[in-house]
């Protein structure tokens, strides 16, 4: 089934997650479903918390091969290490409508987290995935990438997208 994606302002999409605790048909349900919504998007990434699931899950698959479906899931998910600097250049969101931005990141990560079996896995990242990375897991902490661009471009942003939902009303 296709989620709903939620989009700012949200307020859920501010909020951090919850552990997942147990994996039962439950959880392999928003698994399947968020790829489902992931391909459908379509995105390179997705974080529970976008379709209003207050759960720390995030799927991914920085090749978007809506036929191959090869995806990952990680729960529970954190960055470990990180080190040096990489600008993700036009970097988007599902959640964030209507812009794209460069972006400062680290150009490595290592994350811990839980497959979808409850098994412990660890990732050493560079390039597109440790961006992928960040990027979803800062959602799981109720971060979005419009906080990490300049002040002016959020403001600019935020009053355009306020605007856009006001004529949407209408």
């Known amino acids: 089934m296709v989620l709903e994606i939620l989009t700012y302002p949200n307020e859920l999409l501010r909020q951090p997650t919850k552990p997942v605790e ?99 896995v660890r990732i050493d990242a560079d390039g597109l995935l440790s961006v992928i990375l960040q990027h979803e897991i800062d959602h799981l902490n109720g971060i979005l990438f419009i906080d990490r661009i300049s002040a002016l471009k959020r403001e600019l942003y935020k009053k355009k997208r306020k605007k856009a939902l006001k004529r949407s009303e209408q």
């Open 22 to 120: 147990t994996i039962d048909e439950g959880i392999e349900e928003i698994i399947e479903n968020m790829a489902e919504t992931m391909y459908q998007a379509p995105g390179v990434g997705l974080a529970a918390i976008q379709a209003g699931i207050d759960k720390s899950i995030i799927i991914y698959d920085p090749e978007a091969d809506a036929v191959k479906r090869d995806y990952n899931v990680l729960l529970n998910p954190k960055i470990i290490s990180s080190a040096g600097e990489t600008i993700s250049e036009n970097e988007g969101c599902l959640s964030v409508p209507d812009i794209r931005s460069d972006v400062k990141r680290a150009e490595t990560v290592v994350v811990e987290g839980l497959d979808r079996k409850g098994e412990p």
